[in-house]
């Protein structure tokens, strides 16, 4: 974990420029908002970052109190919330039922134990809050994980977590109705090696870094070759799998009869 926090804090003063994928996800994210009915008086920003999703959540909640909170401390330098803070997402500093809406943008793939982190959600949020996020899927980068593949039986790139199974931990985690969907965006490069220089500029070094032995020169070299097997109309794709979930922190047991005494 200390090794990504470093990657976010030393990509931060460049993160915006070329987040393109993240900001895109960002929009889907907040227009799922129209259609939910939430209380918004105070909202996380959970791996709020340099502010991608906050700006949109300030634009639809003006009246709420945004918190952006996110363990980079260069990227939160650069976000222009008035309340941040940097904090990792398993040990939230915030107390308990007292968020009515956390909002998360491709935050959950980079932590060791995202059911610690549903759980610190599920306790800081209040009775019938909402979660809402996005997250990468296991068939993100699937045509570079293969091309790996084909060379050695070392990891490569970072796992990811099934749909199926983050919906599981929600309700594990105190979560009722969860919501669960996703879709597949592709971006396409001139090379492979463009596609490295991307995920290193936003901090996301999901690759091993290329070995100084000419085995590890020779193994880097066969997996661009590898992956050339995958070029379509002169491009080579890389694919996201992005999955987005919501889900509200069940009341306890007391008010939910007082609920329904109340009907």
């Not at 959540?57 to 109190?65: C, F, T």
């Not at 983050?166 to 969860?178: E, R, T, W």
Request: net charge neutral; charged share 20%.
């Amino acid at each position: 974990m200390s090794q990504v926090k470093a990657a976010f804090n030393k990509a931060a003063a460049r993160y915006n420029q070329n987040a393109f994928l993240q900001q895109e996800i960002a929009e889907r994210l907040d227009a799922k908002l129209g259609v939910i009915a939430a209380n918004s008086a105070i909202i996380l920003d959970l791996g709020a970052g340099t502010g991608l999703l906050w700006q949109k959540l300030q634009n639809r909640y003006p009246d709420a109190q945004i918190i952006c909170l996110d363990f980079a401390q260069e990227a939160l330098k650069i976000n222009q919330s008035k309340h941040k803070i940097c904090a990792d997402a398993n040990k939230l500093p915030l107390a308990d039922n007292s968020v009515d809406i956390i909002a998360s943008n491709l935050m959950l793939q980079w932590c060791v134990d995202s059911e610690a982190v549903f759980a610190e959600c599920s306790r800081v949020l209040k009775n019938n809050g909402l979660l809402l996020f996005s997250t990468f899927g296991p068939d993100t980068l699937k045509e570079l994980r293969k091309s790996w593949a084909a060379v050695d039986d070392k990891k490569h790139t970072a796992d990811f977590i099934d749909m199926h199974d983050i919906g599981d931990k929600l309700l594990q985690c105190g979560f009722s109705a969860p919501v669960m969907e996703s879709e597949q965006l592709t971006l396409t490069y001139q090379n492979a090696t463009d596609l490295l220089k991307d995920l290193k500029s936003i901090g996301a070094q999901t690759v091993v870094g290329r070995h100084n032995s000419l085995t590890g020169k020779n193994k880097f070299q066969t997996m661009l070759k590898m992956y050339e097997s995958y070029r379509t109309n002169g491009k080579l794709p890389a694919t996201y799998e992005v999955i987005y979930g919501h889900a509200w922190k069940k009341t306890n047991q007391l008010s939910d009869v007082a609920i329904q005494t109340l009907k």
